[in-house]
């Protein structure tokens, strides 16, 4: 996750107990000494005290020889140090025998905690836990902040952690994959029930907080869900979330979850979304299913979103976006930042401004540079660009890349035989289009 509930820690230190951060996977194995010096066993499990917010180590587990099956367990008060070996404070006859624990609020983390799955307030699987991370405070205490969550942490429970470490170093040196923790804070995480039987633990991460996830990270959690919890997340998201998460996950995905909703809150989501968007959506379902769908958003939105829709979707009218900027020509500038300001909400690319006469022909193009740096008395048409590029609405995607490529545009006007302004085709969904050509190609030249 991210927010709140994920972060990156530069402190942490991944395989080593240096420092004020510690992993599990770290102290789990390592040799535990008794104040003589004599060698007691091996780490095998940590205790903590549920009861707090960020839950202290209580106690530990010593796995002893093959001799002595039984286990020992100490207290942590009675650890003196930690280095390469776990250092006890007292004898090894002050251990009690068995695996001993003093409270109800107390729990062994590596039966209970270590890979279950983290689930969202739905009962919705998100991940499972790999690893889990102490932070070490002046007083020699270790108190569980953060669950490990992430690719990296698995490779550190198995070992394998150096050797792949070492592998990405070589192909990759600034690789993210070598400096960053995949990392949910213990205070978003609440075990349901804890028990070595498989039960989960929830996070409790609020739902609004869901949707302050950026659209993408968003995606990713609803993209690695199975199908039934993907859609018990995507029902709790408000319309607008809804939206901004179904513009990045995957075709397939999209179409799954906005058959999954009654038709009333799809056509809200679609409302939400910019109308290329929606209808690339529209154009995927049964002609019935969209249809039905059109019948049920507002009529402003749904005429935009037909419109789009005799396009075909390979050619720079199933491209563009009906949602910018057009301003008449005798308009003032101070006036246009005014109209400008109005809109900026609901209009996702505001870079270029278009000018047009009163039947809605393109006259002119002016950059929000050239806006803001032109006398607030200057009228439009004394600053646009009159020299325009454009594209027809059936011209094919190449073209349009091919456009955009040339004259180094975020945006390129898509005209009419009549030179009215019709929408226009950004940058990001070239980019889209040309990076799956570049995959076909490459896929292609394989086989």
Not at 122 to 151: C, E, I, Q, T, Y
Not at 264 to 276: S, T
Request: net charge negative; hydrophobic share 45%.
């Amino acid at each position: 996750m991210a927010n709140q509930a994920e972060g990156h820690l530069p402190g942490a230190q991944p395989a080593r107990g240096e420092g004020p951060f510690v992993f599990y996977s770290w102290l789990h194995g390592r040799p535990v000494v008794d104040a003589a010096g004599q060698v007691v066993g091996r780490l095998d499990d940590l205790a903590v005290n549920m009861a707090e917010t960020f839950p202290p180590v209580t106690a530990l587990v010593v796995r002893r020889g093959r001799l002595e099956p039984f286990p020992l367990t100490a207290r942590w008060r009675d650890v003196a140090a930690i280095d390469g070996v776990v250092r006890l404070g007292v004898p090894v006859g002050r251990l009690v025998p068995g695996r001993a624990l003093q409270s109800e609020h107390e729990h062994w983390v590596r039966s209970t905690l270590l890979d279950r799955q983290i689930v969202d307030t739905s009962g919705a699987k998100v991940v499972r836990v790999n690893d889990l991370h102490f932070l070490r405070v002046v007083s020699g205490d270790l108190h569980l902040v953060h669950v490990d969550v992430g690719f990296r942490g698995l490779m550190r429970r198995l070992g394998w952690d150096a050797a792949i470490d070492a592998a990405v170093r070589r192909l990759s040196p600034r690789a993210r994959y070598l400096t960053s923790e995949r990392l949910i804070s213990w205070r978003y995480v609440q075990p349901l029930a804890l028990s070595g039987s498989g039960d989960a633990l929830r996070l409790s991460l609020p739902r609004g907080e869901l949707a302050e996830l950026h659209p993408a990270e968003l995606a990713d959690v609803l993209s690695d869900l199975d199908g039934r919890e993907r859609e018990s997340v995507f029902r709790a998201l408000a319309p607008e979330a809804a939206a901004e998460a179904l513009t990045e996950v995957e075709p397939k995905i999209r179409e799954q979850l906005i058959a999954s909703v009654p038709p009333e809150r799809a056509a809200d989501i679609l409302e939400e979304m910019p109308p290329d968007e929606a209808a690339d959506l529209l154009a995927a379902l049964p002609e019935q299913e969209s249809e039905l769908l059109l019948t049920k958003m507002e009529r402003a939105e749904a005429r935009e979103v037909a419109e789009l829709l005799r396009y075909e979707p390979d050619t720079a009218g199933g491209m563009m976006t009906t949602e910018l900027v057009a301003l008449p020509a005798d308009l003032a500038c101070a006036e246009a930042l005014e109209r400008l300001r109005a809109r900026a909400a609901e209009v996702e690319f505001i870079y270029y401004l278009y000018v047009v006469d009163p039947g809605q022909r393109l006259r002119g193009v002016i950059t929000i540079r050239q806006l803001l740096v032109a006398a607030p008395e200057t009228p439009l048409e004394a600053i646009m660009e009159r020299d325009i590029v454009s594209v027809r609405p059936d011209d094919t995607r190449e073209r349009v890349a091919e456009v955009v490529e040339k004259y180094n545009l975020l945006a390129v006007p898509v005209l009419d035989e009549e030179e009215r302004l019709l929408g226009i085709v950004t940058v990001d969904d070239v980019l889209t289009h040309m990076t799956a050509l570049a995959w076909k190609w490459k896929l292609g030249r394989k086989r």
